[in-house]
């Protein structure tokens, strides 16, 4: 019978056996370590297509260790380290091109030593005034006034808007005129500028309007000519 000599093995759990017990230790430390904690978490509500932001974050960890930042979005592109703050640009339009609201994501997550991440999320808001406000005066109308020069004329009407084309029939010429329209800055929701195009001229003609959600006021100022229409319901 062979009896095995004891110090090899003896030297063998003297060398391997701290190791085990450090590494035992470490993947403890790092079981037991808390994850960070997500104080402030700063992403606007709406911003405009193709507008550039800032998201911030502020974070501390129990155990100060050093921080991991990862940040992701549904749509749109971020710039710049990851880390406690980052641009974002929001998906872009073409100049022509209108569209309605879309709401994008953002999610991040924040890592120490720990197994445990900290995870936040947050939705924004992606719109176009320009679609906001057409999309406001989309509808049928009747002509109720027109004044030329301040004079009042009797005329009858019909005006359909979308968010990008119209028709206005003027009954007692037998005008019709149709194509397309745009909103010029500065506008909003009740005063702005438009430029409507038709196929009957090269140059758009432009008139001023102003609206309170029931009456759309068109003035031409190179004809003097203001008219007042009601919205149908």
């Known amino acids: 019978m062979k009896i095995l000599n004891p ?15 450090f590494t035992g230790c ?4 790092r079981w037991r370590n808390g994850p960070p904690e997500i104080n402030t978490f700063s992403v606007p509500k709406e911003v405009n297509y193709g507008e550039t932001t800032t998201f ?31 641009q974002w640009t ?6 022509s091109e209108l569209a309605p609201d879309r709401t994008v994501t953002v999610y991040l997550s924040v890592r120490g030593d720990g197994e445990e991440a900290a995870t936040e999320s947050a939705s924004i808001v992606v719109f176009s005034k320009s679609y906001r ?4 005066l989309s509808g049928r109308y009747e002509l109720v006034r027109t004044q030329v020069a301040g004079e009042t004329v009797v005329e009858t009407g019909l ?17 019709f005129l149709f194509g397309s329209y ?3 800055e500065p506008f909003d929701g009740k005063k702005g500028t438009i430029y409507w195009f038709s196929d009957e001229s090269s140059e758009p003609t432009v008139t001023t309007y102003t609206w309170d959600g ?18 149908w319901n």
Do not use: C
Request: aromatic share 10%; glycine share 8%.
């Open 7 to 21: 110090r090899p093995i003896a030297i063998f759990l003297f060398v391997i056996g701290p190791l085990v017990i």
């Open 90 to 95: 929001a998906p872009k339009l073409s100049n």
């Open 182 to 184: 745009k909103l010029i």
């Open 133 to 136: 406000v057409a999309n406001a």
């Open 214 to 231: 029931e009456l759309l006021v068109i003035f031409s100022a190179g004809t003097a000519t203001g008219h007042v229409y009601q919205k």
């Open 159 to 175: 005006m359909r808007l979308t968010t990008t084309t119209f028709t206005r029939e003027f009954q007692n010429s037998g005008d």
């Open 56 to 86: 911030r974050v502020g974070v501390s960890d129990p155990e100060d260790d050093p921080l991991t930042y990862l940040w992701n979005v549904s749509e749109g592109t971020l710039t710049g380290e990851m880390g406690p703050e980052i």
């Open 26 to 29: 470490a993947e403890y430390e």
